[in-house]
């Protein structure tokens, strides 16, 4: 089946500092991946969009310069969060669907990675 | 506006009692409903998606059925390990890739042995 690794599963870090997470797919390639941020006990939120060999879209309310994302090849899209404050502090997740796989086939999820802003 | 809202937010169940999870959305043209598991620290895992209003989808001691305005999720027997908390899931009205999805706040199951 379908597998998205990310990584790091938990990275802490010191406050203005920048994190990047990685997200790739392992057997299959993805044209476009999503990031999810979830603050305890509530929903999965849609950060942004990302699309290979294009600008990622946005969700509004999310600071593009503040969260970068990368999609450089088919497999692989990352997040960068860049001067990272306490109240980044979450657990971030990607989504991806191999590419010509139909909707109802679900989308597969990485396993997260919490970030801990210190 | 588009919603998804789940209850109850935390079940307890002890072995072998069945019970339902509610998914209620607010969705114009709905392009599919899907059920996710997610176990502590992880990311969701995808157990089901619906797509009309009837129709029904089973594994093992879950079963899903979709109303116009809900679903449900039926869970027959559980045991400890079906303990997670259950996400409930629609793409967007408006359009646009299927994979922006809204998530409800789900439903966190514990089942006692």
């Known amino acids: 089946g379908a597998v998205v690794s990310q990584h790091p599963s938990r990275v802490i870090c010191k406050s203005g500092t920048s994190v990047k997470i990685e997200c790739r797919s392992l057997?299959?390639?993805?044209?476009?991946m999503f990031w999810y941020r979830q603050f305890p006990k509530q929903s999965l939120m849609l950060m942004a969009t990302?699309?290979?060999?294009?600008?990622?879209?946005?969700e509004q309310g999310v600071e593009k310069d503040k969260f970068l994302i990368n999609h450089a090849s088919l497999t692989l899209s990352t997040l960068t969060v860049t001067s990272a404050h306490p109240e980044d502090s979450s657990f971030y997740i990607c989504s991806a669907r191999p590419d010509g796989l139909a909707p109802q086939d679900g989308y597969t999820f990485g396993s997260g990675t919490r970030l801990t802003v210190v | 506006e588009d919603q998804v809202t789940q209850s109850p937010e935390a079940l307890r169940l002890q072995e072998g009692e069945s019970s339902s999870l509610n998914c209620s959305y607010t969705?114009?043209?709905?392009?599919?409903l899907f059920w996710y598991r997610q176990d502590p620290g992880k990311g969701p895992e995808f157990l089901f998606t619906?797509?009309?209003a009837g129709e029904e989808k089973e594994k093992e001691r879950l079963k899903a059925t979709l109303t116009k305005k809900e679903s449900f999720l039926h869970i027959t027997a559980p045991k400890p390990e079906d303990s997670a908390t259950y996400l409930c899931?629609?793409?967007?009205?408006?359009?646009?890739?299927?994979?922006?999805?809204?998530f409800g706040k789900g439903t966190k199951l514990s089942v006692k042995p």
């Open positions: 619906l797509y009309s």
């Open positions: 899931a629609v793409p967007p009205g408006h359009g646009g890739s299927q994979g922006n999805l809204i």
């Open positions: 969705v114009s043209g709905l392009r599919g």
């Open positions: 057997d299959f390639q993805a044209t476009t």
């Open positions: 990302s699309n290979e060999g294009s600008k990622a879209t946005y």
